[in-house]
C-alpha cells in the first residue's frame, strides 16, 4: 500500500474512534436518566465498537497456518474449489482426483484418456457454476487418440462420484505442433459472477536462447508469430467464452475481435507466451495471469523477463514482438539476419505462417515483469529461475462464517505466486488497475513448486503444491492456509525416558517442549494413574508396578484452552539395547557400493539374542526437512505409536504391515481405523493389551494416520538384512547421486517378560552422500529455495547476509577438505560451523568476489569430533541487504 492508502486507512479509522469517543461522553450524560435507553445506548455501544475493531482488523503473519490436506499427488497441475468445500485436483497423466473436506481423504474421480508428453496431458480443470446440481466440470486436454489437438470439453460427474467418460461436450479443440509441445497453457476458470470460463494457452514454441519471430523456412518452432501473434490462432491467447446448458457457447461482449474475419471471436487476450493459470475478479472483471518469458539477451533487442498481467480491457499483451513493459524485440528476415525493432504503437506481423491480420492492436505492458537477474523496477521479486503465476483475487466477505478466513488486511489483493522461486506474494492495485505495491506473503513456510492457489468457500486458501522435481512427481500436496484468531489453544508435547524397564523403574517426564502460540503461561497437571499427579514441567516419577501404565499430560494455557497427550510405559520387561558398531553414524557413502554394517544387541531380560532376530535394513531418504516423511507419519512419530507397534514386527500390537495387508481390500478400512484410533480398544488381533483411546487426536488427524498405514500395503519396502554383520545395497540412481541421506536402522524383538509383551529395541545411523544439494537442507534462516534451470544447476540455496542452512548429524572423520560450487552476487565469505550459527568454525572461505556465475571453491576442514550439525553461514563486511549467495 503507498503513504495516500495507508493515511487513508488511518483516517477511516480515526473517524470511527472519533464517533466511538463521542457516543460514549452522550451515554455518559444520559447514563442516569432513563434505564431503557441506557440499555439501547450501551447494546449500540457494544456494537460499534465491535464494527470498529472488526475494520480496523489488520495482519499478524505469526497467526497464519499450513496444514497439510492431502500427500502422494502424481504431478498435480490445476485444482478447482467446489462449493461444500472439496477440492477437484487434475493429474498430468488424467486422473482427476477429490479430496473431500468432510471426510479429509482423497479419492479418483476418473481417468481420462491423454496423450502424455512433455507439457501435455491433463493440464486444466473448472467445476461449473451449477455443480452443485450438475456435477459438471470443464476438462482442458490433449486426448490420447488425437496428440496433435487440444481439446476443452465439459463432463459430467455422477451421484456415484465418478466421471462419466460418456457424458463428454466437446466445446473446442485447436491444432497444435506435437513435436514442439511446450508452452501449452492450461489455466481454465470460471468466473462465477458472470459465467464466463477463461482458457490460457501456450504458444506452442520450444525455448532458445533468441525471440521467437524466426520467419525462416526452418524457422516454424521459433516463431511464435504463427500462433501467439495470430489473430485466427487460439495458441498463445486468453480466451473467454460463457457456455451453454445444451454443450456449446457463447461469446461475450467485449472480447477482442467482433469481426471474425479480423479475429477469433473467442480471444480476450492475445501475445501470450504461456497463459498457464489465469485468475478473474469477481468484482472489476480485470483478467489476471502470469507469463513466463523467453531467455533472450539484449542482441535480440532485449534480455528475457517473466511478467505479472493485468487486463482491464481486451488487447494484445505484445509477445513475441515485446516484453515485460513493452521493450521491443528485433525482427528477423527470412534469412535469418536481424532486422528493425518492432513498433509497439503499430506491431507488423510479416510471418508467412501468419493466417491472420497483419497490422495487430497495440502492445500492452505488463504490470509486473522481472528478469533472472535481480529486478531494478521490483526488487521484492528476487533473482533466479523464472516461472511467475498469478491469482486469485482476495475480496473479504464479513458474512462468511469462518473463524479462519483470512483477515480485511487482504480486501482486494491479487495473490502471485512463482513456481520456481517458491514464494507466494500479494499485489496492491488502484482504482484504475496499477500497481500500488507489493507485500511478502506466507514467507515462514518453505513452498515445493506452488502450482495453484485457489480460496475456498470459508476464505481459508488451498495451495496446490507439485513436487520439487519437473516432471514424475509422487509427493505432490494439497495445503491449506488459514488465519486463527483469539486465543491459541497450546500444544502439548511429552517426553519420557525411558519408556521400558524392570521394576522400581523410575522414568524422567518432560513437558518442557509443550508451546503456546500467544506467548501465554501454562499449568501441567500430569496423571500417573492410581490418583498420582504432579503440576511440575519435568517431574519424576517410579514405577513399582509391573504392567503397561498410561501417563496423561494435559496443558492448560491462561485462557483455559486445552490440550492433551499420553504416553505408555512398559514396567517389567526393558528393551533390547541395539547398538550400530559400523559404519560411524554421520558418515558418507557412494552411490550404487554396498555399505557393510555390524550390530550388536543385548537384552536385560534375554541376554544375547540369536542373531536371525536382528534386522537390518537401509532406505534412502531425500535429506529436504519433511520430504520423505508422509503427514500421518509425522503425526504418528510425534505421539506414541511406535510404543506398540512396528512397521514390521508384531509387539504389544500388530505390525503395521500386517494391518495394511489385513484391510488392503476393505474399502470403509480407514474410517474404521482412524475412529479406533481416537476410542482404542482390543480383541480382533488377540493381543493381550487393549490399545489406549487417543482423544488428543481430531478425527482429521487420525485419518492421516489411517492413510499412511493403509498405504503400505501398496509401497515396495527395501529388503532387510538378518544377522548381526553384513551389506546393505545402496542406489546407484544418478538423481539420488546429487544428494541425500541413507538411513540404516537395526532391530530387535525381545521374549517378552513378566507376562508382558515382547518389546522392539532399534538404531539408526545416517549416512551422507558425498555430493549434497545445498537447497535440500535439513533446516534455515535467511535462506530462499530456488530453480535456477540455465546451466544446470536445478535447485539453489540463495542466503542473506546472517542467512544460513544446517545439515545434520555429519561426522567429519577423516575428511580433509570441502568443495562448494557457489554464485556470490557481493564480497560475501561462507563460514562452516559446528552446532549452530554461533559454534565452533569448521571451515571457510576467503572473501569472495561477485565477478563471474558459479565456480568451485575447496576449503580445508578442521573436524570437530564426534557426529555434530554442520552450519553454513553467510556475512559480508559490511552488512548487505538482500542475497548476497547462491550455493548449489
Same mark, same amino acid.
Given at each position: ?167 463428454? #461436450?466437446? &466445446?473446442?479443440?485447436? +491444432?497444435?505442433?506435437?513435436? $514442439?509441445?511446450?508452452?501449452?497453457? @492450461?489455466? /481454465? =476458470?470460471? !468466473? ?44 498463445? #491467447?486468453? &480466451?473467454?467464452?460463457? +457456455?451453454?446448458?445444451?454443450? $456449446?457457447?457463447?461469446?461475450?461482449? @467485449?472480447? /477482442? =475481435?467482433? !469481426? ?629
Amino acid at each position: 500500500m503507498d503513504r495516500k492508502g495507508i493515511a487513508a486507512k488511518l483516517g477511516r479509522r480515526s473517524a470511527a474512534n472519533t464517533r466511538l469517543l463521542r457516543l460514549r461522553r452522550f451515554t455518559l450524560l444520559l447514563v442516569h436518566q432513563s434505564p431503557i435507553l441506557r440499555l439501547l445506548l450501551t447494546g449500540a455501544l457494544a456494537l460499534l465498537a465491535a464494527l470498529t475493531a472488526r475494520a480496523a482488523e489488520g495482519f499478524d503473519p505469526a497467526r497464519l497456518e499450513r496444514e497439510v490436506l492431502a500427500a502422494g499427488l502424481h504431478d498435480p497441475l490445476q485444482m478447482d474449489a467446489l462449493p461444500n468445500g472439496d477440492v477437484l485436483i487434475a493429474e498430468m497423466h488424467g486422473t482427476l482426483k477429490r479430496w473431500r473436506a468432510a471426510t479429509r481423504d482423497v479419492i479418483e474421480v476418473g481417468r481420462v484418456p491423454v496423450t502424455v508428453s512433455v507439457e501435455l496431458g491433463l493440464i486444466g480443470v473448472a467445476a461449473a457454476g451449477d455443480f452443485a446440481q450438475s456435477g459438471n466440470v470443464f476438462l482442458f486436454f490433449c486426448p490420447a487418440a488425437k496428440r496433435d489437438s487440444l481439446r476443452l470439453a465439459r463432463f459430467t460427474i455422477g451421484a456415484d462420484g465418478r466421471l462419466d467418460l460418456g457424458s463428454e #461436450k466437446v &466445446l473446442l479443440e485447436y +491444432p497444435i505442433e506435437f513435436n $514442439g509441445a511446450i508452452h501449452m497453457g @492450461g489455466g /481454465l =476458470f470460471l !468466473d462465477k459472477a458472470k459465467g464466463h470460463l477463461i482458457l490460457g494457452t501456450g504458444d506452442n514454441a520450444p525455448p532458445f536462447h533468441g525471440a521467437a519471430v524466426d520467419v525462416s523456412p526452418g524457422g516454424l518452432m521459433r516463431d511464435a508469430l504463427r500462433s501467439s501473434g495470430n489473430s485466427q490462432d487460439l495458441r498463445g #491467447k486468453i &480466451l473467454r467464452i460463457r +457456455p451453454r446448458a445444451d454443450g $456449446g457457447y457463447d461469446i461475450p461482449p @467485449g472480447n /477482442l =475481435f467482433t !469481426d471474425p474475419a479480423q479475429g477469433r471471436p473467442e480471444i480476450f487476450a492475445m501475445g501470450v507466451r504461456n497463459g498457464f493459470h489465469a485468475s478473474v475478479d469477481p468484482k472489476t472483471g480485470w483478467i489476471a495471469w502470469g507469463d513466463v518469458g523467453p531467455n533472450t539477451q539484449p542482441a535480440s533487442g532485449s534480455v528475457g523477463y517473466d511478467e505479472f498481467n493485468l487486463a482491464t480491457q481486451a488487447g494484445n499483451f505484445g509477445h513475441p514482438m515485446f516484453t515485460g513493459p513493452n521493450e521491443p524485440y528485433r525482427s528477423l528476415g527470412a534469412d535469418g539476419k536481424p532486422g528493425e525493432l518492432f513498433d509497439a504503437a503499430r506491431p507488423l506481423n510479416h510471418s508467412p505462417r501468419n493466417t491472420g491480420v497483419k497490422e495487430l492492436p497495440p502492445a500492452l505492458p505488463a504490470l509486473l515483469w522481472y528478469p533472472t537477474t535481480a529486478s531494478k523496477e521490483f526488487p521484492e521479486l528476487g533473482s533466479g529461475a523464472r516461472s511467475a503465476m498469478a491469482g486469485p483475487f482476495h475480496h473479504f466477505d464479513a458474512a462468511v462464517k469462518s473463524d479462519l478466513k483470512l483477515p480485511q488486511h487482504f480486501d482486494g489483493a491479487l495473490f502471485i505466486y512463482e513456481w520456481t522461486r517458491n514464494w507466494i506474494k500479494v499485489v496492491r492495485l488502484t482504482a484504475e488497475g496499477k500497481l500500488a505495491g507489493i507485500e511478502p506473503f506466507a514467507s515462514p513456510f518453505v513452498f515445493r513448486k506452488p502450482m495453484d492457489i485457489k480460496f475456498a468457500p470459508d476464505h481459508t486458501m488451498f495451495v496446490l503444491e507439485y513436487g520439487d522435481k519437473w516432471h514424475g512427481n509422487t509427493d505432490g500436496q494439497l495445503l491449506r492456509l488459514s488465519y486463527r484468531r483469539g486465543n491459541r489453544p497450546p500444544v502439548a508435547a511429552l517426553a519420557a525416558s525411558p519408556l521400558a524397564g524392570k521394576q522400581p523403574l523410575e522414568v524422567r517426564f518432560d513437558a518442557g517442549a509443550s508451546r503456546d502460540a500467544d506467548g501465554d503461561a501454562l499449568k501441567f497437571a500430569w496423571d500417573f494413574g492410581g490418583g498420582k499427579t504432579s503440576s511440575e514441567t519435568a517431574p519424576r516419577f517410579t514405577f513399582t508396578e509391573p504392567g503397561q501404565h498410561t501417563v496423561a499430560l494435559k496443558v492448560t494455557d491462561a485462557a483455559g484452552a486445552v490440550s492433551e497427550t499420553r504416553t505408555v510405559i512398559t514396567v517389567g520387561n526393558a528393551a533390547p539395547l541395539v547398538e550400530i558398531l559400523d559404519p560411524p553414524n554421520g558418515g558418507f557413502f557412494d552411490a550404487g557400493q554396498p555399505v557393510s554394517f555390524q550390530v550388536r544387541v543385548t537384552d536385560a531380560e534375554d541376554g544375547n539374542l540369536a542373531p536371525e532376530r536382528v534386522t537390518v535394513q537401509g532406505a534412502y531418504r531425500a535429506a529436504r526437512s519433511g520430504d520423505a516423511v508422509h503427514p500421518g507419519l509425522a503425526m504418528m512419530q510425534r505421539t506414541t505409536c511406535f510404543a506398540c507397534h512396528t512397521v514390521r514386527e508384531k509387539s504389544a500390537g500388530p505390525a503395521y504391515l500386517e494391518i495394511a495387508r489385513k484391510y488392503q481390500n476393505d474399502a470403509p478400512a480407514r474410517e474404521k481405523l482412524a475412529a479406533k484410533i481416537i476410542s482404542g480398544g482390543g480383541g480382533v488381533w488377540g493381543q493381550l493389551i487393549a490399545m489406549p483411546p487417543h482423544p488428543q487426536h481430531t478425527l482429521g488427524e487420525t485419518q492421516l494416520m489411517a492413510d499412511w498405514i493403509l498405504g503400505l500395503a501398496r509401497s515396495p519396502e527395501a529388503a532387510a538384512v538378518t544377522g548381526l554383520t553384513g551389506t546393505l545395497k545402496t542406489t546407484a540412481g544418478g538423481e539420488r547421486q546429487d544428494g541425500g541421506v541413507f538411513v540404516i536402522t537395526a532391530a530387535c524383538q525381545d521374549n517378552g517378560a513378566a507376562g508382558l509383551p515382547p518389546l522392539r529395541g532399534s538404531a539408526e545411523h545416517i549416512l551422507h552422500a558425498r555430493k549434497r544439494k545445498a537447497a535440500l537442507h535439513d533446516a534455515s534462516q535467511g535462506v530462499e529455495v530456488v530453480d535456477f534451470m540455465e546451466g544446470g544447476h536445478g535447485l539453489v540455496a540463495r542466503l542473506t547476509h546472517g542467512g544460513w542452512l544446517k545439515f545434520s548429524r555429519v561426522n567429519l572423520a577423516g575428511i580433509e577438505s570441502l568443495t562448494l560450487r557457489l554464485h556470490p552476487f557481493a564480497a560475501v565469505a561462507l563460514e562452516v560451523r559446528a552446532g549452530s550459527p554461533q559454534g565452533p568454525l569448521v571451515a571457510q572461505t576467503g572473501p569472495l568476489d561477485a565477478a563471474g556465475g558459479f565456480r568451485e571453491v575447496t576449503i580445508p576442514v578442521s573436524d570437530p569430533g564426534g557426529v555434530n550439525d554442520l552450519v553454513f553461514l553467510a556475512r559480508t563486511e559490511p552488512a548487505q541487504k538482500g542475497s548476497v549467495l547462491d550455493l548449489n
